[in-house]
């Protein structure tokens, strides 16, 4: 899916409706300045992050993308990872969900989850 975002001042490619609708719900923020929608990940901090609890095909996986990598007018920045309620069920997204949460606190971001279907 993809859409003009009049704050990144380009077209946004979106994995989800949740994602698009998210984003929409960014653009009428006045504490958001911009947003970064499939944010990667380096490989260099992915290195760097505890593989306890987490398996080690994940950590080694190139290609690894957050939703939501917001800039606030203040200038900080912070993670918003997306999730279904019933998807907080399954031990693979709940790893993944941990993978970013450890993977953005190295970085010392703000890191929270939003889960989308109510």
């Not at 007018?73 to 031990?91: M, T, W, Y």
Request: net charge positive; charged share 30%; with cysteine.
């Amino acid at each position: 899916m993809r859409f003009y975002s009049p704050k990144n001042n380009e077209i946004v490619c979106l994995h989800s409706k949740w994602a698009r609708d998210y984003a929409k719900w960014l653009e009428e923020q006045p504490w958001v300045q911009s947003y970064e929608a499939g944010c990667p990940l380096d490989a260099d901090i992915m290195g760097r992050i505890s593989r306890a609890g987490i398996r080690t095909d994940y950590l080694q996986h190139a290609g690894w993308t957050t939703d939501f990598l917001i800039c606030y007018a203040d200038g900080h920045k912070g993670v918003r990872e997306l999730i279904q309620r019933k998807q907080l069920k399954k031990k693979a997204y709940v790893e993944r969900l941990e993978l970013s949460r450890r993977y953005w606190t190295v970085t010392d971001t703000e890191w929270m989850v939003v889960i989308v279907d109510g």
